[in-house]
């Protein structure tokens, strides 16, 4: 992806578009950031129906992305659709083409053939996974979730064939054990994570493109360094509290192009699908570890006064989540 991204929507509840973010964390509408498709980027007017339901007239709206474990002739097969909160398990799934056969080649996006996300219901709990593929087309991950409940898996991928779009499918997966359902973190401006602080300056509104600025910062000083992660210097996926509708997006420019700087400010232009909660995650890469920092957006009301997020996203940077 580039300058303006296009978000695919979450599955299971997860949708809309938004612009590039750098690496916060957890929980946000998908947004859509106006940029060269790198990720399917489908327009459709909306509907009287999703106008009343939220929608703005005149705006473009996109299909919300992982909400489907079928779209387009593909299916997500979910050979591991239970799992023990706390105990390391090999996740194990193949995409199926329209004829049931076992996808084998796949396009090259963002240095990786197909990207994981498993995220908890509460957005709370998330990982970004870099999978393995074997010859018969049958793709393996290890995750250790820490908390039992309803998660969804998004396998974000292009196909090699010819024509062929990007797609994000999603499929639900289940954590046994105690569960305890925890309410979604409150909005907030600042997010902390392993001593660095990440800003979010900007808003974000339903059917309107609005810029989002992420600063890095460790010890009160500029992070000026930042170093590629999947082809550039920050990674976004935006999630949609309630169903999960499925935003993946990229900051605008790219390592090595000229003119895009390493730090400390990541853009991003984004348009949220509709009104209510996201949660952001964003991940960056600095000193040799990729790190998450998350946060909670309201699109089209009024929200609290953001208040710095304390504590670390769930979320394993020693290669459980990358």
Do not use: C
């Not at 998330?126 to 995750?143: E, I, K, M, S």
């Amino acid at each position: 992806m580039n300058t303006g991204l296009k978000i695919t929507a979450f599955a299971a509840a997860l949708a809309a578009t938004f612009g590039t973010a750098y690496g916060v964390g957890q929980g946000l509408d998908p947004v859509v950031a106006d940029r060269a498709p790198a990720h399917d980027e489908r327009h459709t007017p909306p509907s009287p129906a999703a106008e009343e339901a939220g929608g703005h007239a005149g705006h473009e709206t996109v299909p919300a992305g992982g909400l489907q474990i079928s779209e387009n002739g593909y299916t997500l097969d979910l050979k591991t659709p239970h799992v023990t909160a706390g105990d390391r398990t090999d996740l194990r799934f193949t995409v199926r083409d329209d004829k049931g056969r076992p996808v084998t080649e796949y396009r090259r996006e963002h240095d990786k053939e197909l990207h994981l996300i498993v995220a908890s219901r509460d957005l709370l709990t998330y990982r970004h996974l870099h999978p393995t593929r074997a010859t018969d087309g049958t793709w393996t991950a290890p995750v250790e979730l820490p908390r039992a409940g309803g998660y969804r898996v998004f396998a974000d991928f292009t196909p090699a064939k010819k024509g062929a779009r990007n797609l994000t499918l999603g499929a639900d997966l289940a954590a046994s054990g105690p569960y305890r359902p925890q309410d979604l973190p409150k909005p907030a401006g600042t997010a902390r994570v392993d001593g660095y602080e990440v800003k979010l300056t900007g808003s974000l509104r339903p059917g309107t493109a609005s810029e989002l600025r992420l600063t890095v910062s460790r010890d009160g000083k500029p992070v000026t360094d930042l170093q590629p992660y999947l082809g550039a210097y920050g990674h976004l996926v935006a999630l949609r509290s309630g169903d999960l509708a499925y935003l993946h997006v990229h900051p605008g420019g790219e390592p090595g192009d000229g003119s895009t700087e390493p730090g400390p400010d990541v853009s991003f232009t984004a348009t949220a699908p509709s009104s209510g909660s996201y949660r952001l995650f964003l991940d960056f890469k600095h000193d040799g570890v990729v790190r998450t920092a998350a946060f909670t957006v309201r699109a089209g009301a009024a929200t609290d006064t953001p208040a710095p997020e304390t504590g670390t996203p769930e979320h394993s940077d020693d290669g459980h989540g990358h």
